[in-house]
């Protein structure tokens, strides 16, 4: 379902809350252009993007420093916390050099970008070279377009931290609905392109956090439904000051309540059995993870004695009828093997080898040895 965008005087409180981190940008004190954007221009799937009313961590860049159009590169530069990768200082730093766009050079450079466009199509459809200066002065325009708005990508991605990828993936994925954004963005429609811009962004970093955030991959759709159970169940813990149940989400959400526990059981992360575990961190977490499939060690004391007491009670026989036991009820290598066989591999009848047999298990009843094996069954 596509999302349509309204724009309307009533309603610019609420959009002000929406795009909040955005108008900053803007250097200009016009009024938006009361414009509806067209299901077509959008294009964005509804089920991908976050609830606008999310609640997010937003102590990592302040936004007034970040989008504030006057703030020099080292402003930018040091509005991030120590101990961040040098690689975002750098980027923080070059992106501040770029100074943001005025309303009037943004449609200047938008209608750049069409003429490209047209001259691009018209080419084709003539079979034509498309002509060079325009094409030109067309990349050039998007590509100041899109690095005057790589602050607005920071300031929407690190919304996102904590989710199974890092803040530099995070722009990197923005930025790529950035360009996406500046490919598509018709400024004929009336708004701004930050306006427009903002949803690519978020489809994007949505998308990547769906399809990269997780050892085990969750459909997109899958992903945007634990976040709104998520979401509930928070709000639901600030009303009753306790954690809700699973019945209380499945009727704040009007779903059952095994759908709810089968997509908290989804949301489970899967942890590594290397991670350190106590303050020193010189134990992991492998160490107290019991085996399920190896013997505990009353059970290899146990099968050990009883091994003991088998060899013991078989000493009494020969050779020969000690070998037909151990083959007959695979004492040796777990496999028991029919009288055939056991003849066979001693050149005897299979007669023979069951003549034998009876023999052996007669001296093992009266033996006292093979008595005290009845222990071993309780």
Same mark, same amino acid.
């Given at each position: 379902?596509?999302?349509?965008?309204?724009?309307?005087?009533?309603?610019?409180?609420?959009?002000?809350?929406?795009?909040?981190?955005?108008?900053?940008?803007?250097?200009?004190?016009?009024?938006?252009?009361?414009?509806?954007?067209?299901?077509?221009?959008?294009?964005?799937?509804?089920?991908?993007?976050?609830?606008?009313?999310?609640?997010?961590?937003?102590?990592?860049?302040?936004?007034?420093?970040?989008?504030?159009?006057?703030?020099?590169?080292?402003?930018?530069?040091?509005?991030?916390?120590?101990?961040?990768?040098?690689?975002?200082?750098?980027?923080?730093?070059?992106?501040?050099?770029?100074?943001?766009?005025?309303?009037?050079?943004?449609?200047?450079?938008?209608?750049?970008?069409?003429?490209?466009?047209?001259?691009?199509?018209?080419?084709?459809?003539?079979?034509?070279?498309?002509?060079?200066?325009?094409?030109?002065?067309?990349?050039?325009?998007? /590509?100041?377009?899109?690095?005057?708005?790589?602050?607005?990508?920071?300031?929407?991605?690190?919304?996102?931290?904590?989710?199974?990828?890092?803040?530099?993936?995070?722009?990197?994925?923005?930025?790529?609905?950035?360009?996406?954004?500046?490919?598509?963005?018709?400024?004929?429609?009336?708004?701004?392109?930050?306006?427009?811009?903002?949803?690519?962004?978020? *489809?994007?970093?949505?998308?990547?956090?769906?399809?990269?955030?997780?050892?085990?991959?969750?459909?997109?759709?899958?992903?945007?439904?634990?976040?709104?159970?998520?979401?509930?169940?928070?709000?639901?813990?600030?009303?009753?000051?306790?954690?809700?149940?699973?019945?209380?989400?499945?009727?704040?959400?009007?779903?059952?309540?095994?759908?709810?526990?089968?997509?908290?059981?989804?949301?489970?992360?899967?942890?590594?059995?290397?991670?350190?575990?106590?303050?020193?961190?010189?134990?992991?977490?492998?160490?107290?993870?019991?085996?399920?499939?190896?013997?505990?060690?009353?059970?290899?004391?146990?099968?050990? *004695?009883? /091994?003991? *007491?088998?060899?013991?009670?078989?000493?009494?026989?020969?050779?020969?009828?000690?070998?037909?036991?151990? *083959?007959?009820?695979?004492?040796?290598?777990?496999?028991?093997?029919?009288?055939?066989?056991?003849?066979?591999?001693?050149?005897?009848?299979?007669?023979?080898?069951?003549?034998?047999?009876?023999?052996?298990?007669?001296?093992?009843?009266?033996?006292?040895?093979?008595?005290?094996?009845?222990?071993?069954?309780?």
């Amino acid at each position: 379902m596509a999302i349509s965008f309204i724009e309307k005087p009533k309603e610019q409180k609420k959009r002000s809350m929406l795009t909040s981190d955005i108008d900053l940008l803007e250097t200009t004190t016009t009024e938006d252009t009361a414009t509806d954007l067209d299901d077509d221009q959008l294009d964005l799937d509804a089920d991908v993007l976050l609830d606008e009313d999310e609640e997010q961590d937003d102590d990592f860049i302040d936004d007034d420093e970040l989008l504030n159009p006057h703030l020099d590169a080292d402003a930018i530069a040091a509005s991030v916390e120590a101990g961040v990768d040098d690689s975002l200082s750098w980027y923080l730093r070059e992106m501040g050099r770029t100074p943001l766009l005025t309303a009037e050079e943004e449609i200047r450079l938008a209608q750049m970008m069409e003429r490209g466009r047209l001259e691009r199509e018209s080419a084709e459809l003539l079979k034509t070279a498309p002509d060079r200066h325009i094409m030109a002065q067309a990349e050039e325009a998007q /590509r100041r377009l899109i690095e005057a708005n790589l602050r607005l990508v920071v300031s929407i991605a690190k919304k996102y931290k904590g989710r199974g990828l890092t803040l530099l993936d995070l722009i990197q994925e923005g930025n790529s609905g950035l360009m996406l954004a500046a490919e598509k963005f018709d400024y004929t429609k009336g708004f701004k392109f930050s306006t427009y811009a903002t949803w690519w962004i978020r *489809q994007a970093i949505s998308r990547a956090i769906a399809n990269q955030g997780r050892t085990i991959r969750l459909p997109v759709h899958l992903v945007e439904t634990i976040n709104r159970t998520m979401r509930v169940s928070s709000r639901l813990f600030q009303e009753l000051g306790r954690e809700p149940t699973a019945e209380e989400i499945a009727s704040r959400m009007g779903t059952s309540v095994e759908h709810v526990q089968d997509l908290i059981k989804a949301n489970q992360q899967p942890i590594s059995l290397e991670t350190p575990i106590g303050e020193e961190g010189d134990n992991e977490l492998g160490d107290f993870v019991e085996d399920s499939v190896a013997p505990s060690p009353t059970e290899v004391t146990t099968h050990r *004695q009883l /091994r003991e *007491q088998i060899d013991t009670a078989l000493s009494i026989l020969s050779d020969r009828e000690r070998y037909v036991i151990q *083959q007959r009820f695979g004492l040796l290598d777990g496999r028991s093997r029919t009288l055939a066989e056991i003849g066979q591999e001693l050149h005897l009848s299979r007669e023979r080898a069951r003549q034998i047999e009876a023999r052996a298990l007669r001296k093992l009843r009266h033996s006292k040895s093979c008595l005290q094996l009845k222990d071993f069954l309780d």
